[in-house]
């Protein structure tokens, strides 16, 4: 079994900052791509940002300047920093890794979400 486990939402004024973090654990042999999407109210989901084992990142356009991920490929960790929030930055965050669990190949796992909530 392998579980992404979200934390560091929360609401937050337009211009300010949050940290997501997004910590997979189970019985993991490798994580490729590490990535964060969002979906905002009555919309599709949408990527943010992915990076890959040894640091290649892909930002959206909508976010570059403003959001840096990383990752801890020790602690199979993956971080969202959001600076210079916006309204519009609103909506449910959710973490995605292409993970090899022990004995098997490479699936995608998602986690259970993380609300952003950003205020004018």
């Known amino acids: 079994q392998v579980q992404l486990v979200e934390s560091g939402g929360g609401l937050v004024q337009a211009g300010g900052s949050l940290r997501l973090s997004c910590a997979a654990s189970?019985?993991?042999?490798?994580?490729?791509?590490m990535g964060w999407y969002r979906q905002a109210p009555g919309k599709q989901r949408e990527l943010v940002a992915t990076?890959?084992?040894?640091?290649?990142?892909n930002i959206a356009d909508s976010v570059k300047g403003r959001f840096t991920i990383s990752r801890d490929n020790v602690k199979n960790t993956v971080y969202l920093q959001m600076n210079s929030l916006k309204p519009e930055d609103t909506g449910a965050y959710y973490c995605?890794?292409?993970?090899?669990?022990?004995?098997?190949?490479?699936?995608?796992?998602w986690g259970q979400g993380t609300q952003v909530a950003v205020s004018s």
């Open positions: 995605n890794a292409e993970i090899r669990r022990i004995g098997s190949y490479f699936s995608d796992y």
């Open positions: 990076i890959t084992s040894d640091g290649r990142t």
């Open positions: 189970g019985m993991i042999l490798s994580i490729n791509v």
